[in-house]
């Protein structure tokens, strides 16, 4: 029992270092509110704000489309390009082997 009113009253000491701190951020962010409602350039403002947010948003999403669209497309030239280098080789092999037996007869 004495055990937890000393961490109660430590507690109690906490609180009382936070409560101010606490208060007057409360003060500022009400301040704040209050100067928003007041003022009607700055709830367009806001209202500006959150357009260019979805506007950047949408762009965004176009983007990362657009995106993974040409990186589908860089695969598939990736895998041609793996073709064309293996039959380029094989051709040249081919050839090499070719002109060694026509030497040889």
Not at 16 to 32: C, K
Not at 46 to 64: F, G, H, P, Y
Not at 66 to 80: G, P
Request: charged content about 20%; hydrophobic content about 55%.
């Amino acid at each position: 029992m004495a055990l937890a009113i000393a961490g109660m009253a430590k507690l109690l000491g906490q609180l009382t270092i936070l409560i101010p701190a606490t208060d007057s951020l409360v003060r500022g962010l009400s301040e704040a509110v209050s100067r928003v409602r007041q003022n009607p350039s700055a709830d367009r403002r806001l209202q500006d704000l959150e357009r260019a947010i979805e506007l950047q948003v949408n762009v965004n999403k176009s983007l990362s489309e657009q995106l993974h669209i040409i990186q589908s497309v860089l695969a598939k030239v990736q895998r041609s390009f793996k073709v064309l280098v293996f039959l380029m080789t094989a051709s040249i092999a081919l050839a090499i082997v070719a002109s060694l037996l026509a030497f040889w007869k």
